[in-house]
């Protein structure tokens, strides 16, 4: 009896655990400090990869919700991978936020600053988890997918404008020295080496995650339907005898 | 000693953000690892395997 | 509805006309959703207490104001739909779904603007602001391109949400994200023309640019989407 593994989850898995296990080596350990942000650094290698994957899984959403209302077939397939994505992606961005916030704690002193790319950051994330109460709602299949999926699309229009009117408004507020949330970080080989090892674990990470979710997805449905035939049977059954 | 401890709680204060915030994402991804393994063994047996489009 | 409805405004006319027809019976915006307006702008009073404070502020607390009533709208413009099953009726009829929503956004707009047209007096008088010639060609044309922009996207996500259990709530969540941008740029451009904080008028027409903008992508998107999104 097969579960949702399959060779390549098995594969992307075991990338993951031994990537990760180097990012947590290399990251906490192997790389020196930074000159100028000292030990706060080693939390980039965690906060970088989850923002990126986090963006991933946007476009990810976005692109399958896009192939699900073009296809001729309406496959829902297109839907499972979509609401999958975004799963995993709203989790990612809270972790973003929160790694985001204590590196800034240690290197601003501050929890939050209102920059551009951090409220737009935050914007994303309630995007998502707004998505995902659609997602929630009643409805036949095909409908519900249809609705998540514009819903996913007109969220790609709205996250630029969101992000243009912020950068106009912190535009307004300049300060004297502009901290740019990256930090001015000159890495060394090893220290950008553990960052790509980073960005390699969390996206392989990610597709793991993905594909067993829209499998769990696809087996509730099945499974669903098959209690639905096996009750119509029955009750056909008892018409019957 | 004055000047060197609080140079050591400043150390402290680093090593606990860094090591928290590593821990907080090994928490959380692990959660949702395991959370979707255990859905999955609970669905697997509900679905013949002929019907997974996977197998 | 009125004989007429021919041609491609037809519709839309005939939606708008029946949504604005219903609220001059019902005067639900006149007798519930201003006094709530005015309600929150003195209850923002309470809230930061120093009126130097309130005077700054004025531009932005209008707009929050304008965006709470806009909710309670949309909930409202959308309750007439389910009371008379006529959104389904034109659904089965295979009527552009389209054009209905643009005859909800105009009625809509219609609501907003007139409950802004009484919450600017108010935050003159409870804020202390003052408003001049030049200021208020821009406050005006503000009004009209956020109105417009919020109208947009509160009637394309109110026909999502309304009418089933746990939707009604849902509505604010989505809609606000969305409308950050009008906000933003609704607020900064009010306080240029009610010079709050010195900023300049010249600054105020940029940021109406922008709502310009907004309410223009809305307006086409919201068009395309509506019938998908609520199409049952």
């Not at chain 1, 997805?217 to 119509?232: F, I, K, P």
């Not at chain 2, 204060?13 to 928490?27: E, H, K, L, N, R």
């Not at chain 3, 941008?181 to 023309?193: C, F, M, N, Q, Y």
Request: with cysteine.
């Amino acid at each position: 009896m097969q579960s949702t593994g399959t060779g390549t989850t098995r594969g992307l898995g075991l990338l993951a655990i031994v990537a990760l296990a180097w990012v947590v080596v290399g990251g906490l350990v192997a790389t020196p400090r930074d000159v100028v942000q000292g030990e706060s650094v080693r939390i980039m290698y965690v906060h970088v990869p989850t923002a990126w994957v986090a963006y991933l899984a946007f476009v990810v959403t976005a692109v399958a919700s896009a192939g699900f209302l073009r296809g001729r077939s309406r496959s829902l397939g297109f839907d499972r991978v979509a609401g999958a994505s975004a799963e995993v992606g709203v989790l990612f961005m809270g972790l973003t936020l929160v790694t985001g916030s204590l590196w800034g704690r240690l290197t601003w002193g501050e929890f939050w600053q209102w920059d551009p790319r951090l409220t737009t950051t935050a914007f994303l994330f309630v995007t998502y988890v707004g998505y995902l109460a659609v997602r929630g709602l009643d409805g036949a299949p095909e409908q519900r997918a249809r609705r998540a999926a514009v819903v996913a699309l007109l969220a790609v229009l709205e996250i630029p404008l969101v992000h243009f009117s912020v950068v106009l408004w912190r535009s307004l507020h300049q300060r004297a020295s502009v901290l740019d949330p990256g930090g001015d970080v000159r890495m060394d080989g090893l220290m950008l080496f553990t960052l790509f090892v980073g960005v390699v674990a969390f996206t392989a990470l990610y597709a793991w995650l993905v594909l067993h979710r829209s499998r769990v997805a696809a087996l509730a449905e099945l499974a669903g339907r098959g209690e639905l035939a096996r009750a119509v049977a029955a009750r056909r059954a008892e018409a019957g005898a | 000693m004055s000047a060197a401890a609080p140079v050591a709680l400043a150390v402290m204060d680093d090593a606990g953000f860094v090591i928290g915030s590593y821990a907080v994402t090994a928490v959380a991804l692990l959660a949702l690892v395991v959370a979707t393994l255990r859905r999955a063994r609970r669905l697997a047996p509900l679905v013949r395997d002929e019907d997974k489009p996977w197998t | 509805m009125s004989g007429r409805a021919t041609g491609r405004a037809g519709l839309v006319r005939a939606v708008a006309s029946r949504d604005l027809r219903a609220e001059a019976r019902g005067r639900v915006v006149t007798n519930q959703i201003v006094p709530f307006a005015g309600l929150v702008m003195v209850t923002f009073a309470f809230a930061l207490d120093r009126e130097d404070v309130l005077s700054r502020a004025a531009g932005g607390l209008l707009w929050l104001a304008t965006t709470f009533s806009l909710f309670v709208l949309v909930q409202r413009a959308f309750a007439l739909e389910t009371a008379d099953r006529a959104l389904d009726a034109l659904r089965v009829a295979g009527v552009d779904l389209g054009r209905v929503y643009l005859g909800k956004s105009i009625a809509l707009m219609v609501q907003l603007f007139a409950l802004e047209c009484v919450l600017v007096p108010v935050a003159v008088v409870l804020y202390r602001v003052r408003l001049d010639a030049p200021g208020a060609v821009l406050l005006v044309t503000c009004m009209v391109s956020a109105t417009a922009g919020l109208a947009f996207v509160g009637t394309l996500y109110g026909g999502l949400t309304v009418g089933g259990a746990g939707r009604e709530t849902l509505l604010p969540l989505l809609v606000l994200p969305v409308v950050a941008p009008v906000l933003i740029a609704a607020t900064r451009a009010t306080e240029s023309a009610l010079r709050s904080g010195g900023a300049a008028v010249s600054e105020g027409w940029a940021w109406v640019g922008l709502l310009a903008v907004f309410a223009a992508a809305f307006g086409i998107a919201g068009t395309l989407a509506f019938g998908p999104l609520v199409d049952e």
